[in-house]
């Protein structure tokens, strides 16, 4: 999704920039394109978190701020990003390069996935366990060591065997790693009657 955030103290002129991002907009109607619309500075920086939006169309002159200055306020507001924030954004212009030059990527296979080491499977890249947020390497070693005993019955079988925490299997669901993996081992009887 690409984000647009226009601010402009005159209405006409906002008007004028929104006709002209969703003329844009509509000749690009392959890409998802979002954007906000502010008529002050400070409604702009009130809302604004790291990475939101991808370009600012700014007023240069304003009432309560310049352009240009709302422009290092906001410039500055992502240098005091935090360490985790920093390496995430790092991360994903690694991952947006190697997307633009044609590198694919695999999901994570609880069964072939190594523990510390990415790894070409098919021409396509699989990531190590342990770039799954929150799982260290003696985590992704023991989901490794897991696998290799057999499939996992469930995620309570997983996290009786791995000992991962809740939070990272939690996370790992989200992922859609755990595929079609039941909650727990028991079973219902009522499970395969057909209503």
Aim: with cysteine; hydrophobic share 40%.
């Amino acid at each position: 999704m690409f984000r647009i955030a226009i601010c402009d103290d005159s209405e006409r002129d906002l008007r004028l920039n929104l006709d002209m991002v969703n003329k844009w907009k509509d000749d690009n109607s392959d890409s998802e394109i979002v954007v906000d619309a502010f008529h002050s500075p400070n409604d702009l920086l009130e809302s604004h978190t790291e990475d939101m939006y991808h370009l600012w169309i700014l007023d240069i002159m304003m009432p309560e701020r310049d352009g240009i200055s709302l422009a290092r306020e906001i410039r500055k507001k992502g240098d005091e990003a935090s360490k985790k924030e920093q390496d995430s954004i790092r991360d994903m212009r690694i991952v947006q390069e190697m997307y633009a030059r044609g590198i694919e990527f695999l999901p994570i296979d609880l069964y072939k996935a190594k523990a510390n080491r990415f790894q070409i499977i098919d021409g396509k890249l699989m990531p190590a366990l342990n770039c799954i947020d929150g799982m260290g390497d003696k985590a992704a070693e023991a989901v490794v060591d897991a696998a290799k005993q057999g499939k996992f019955l469930s995620k309570d079988d997983f996290r009786d065997r791995t000992k991962v925490s809740k939070t990272v299997i939690d996370l790992m669901d989200d992922l859609g790693i755990f595929g079609d993996i039941p909650q727990s081992n028991q079973f219902s009887l009522f499970d395969n009657v057909l209503v």
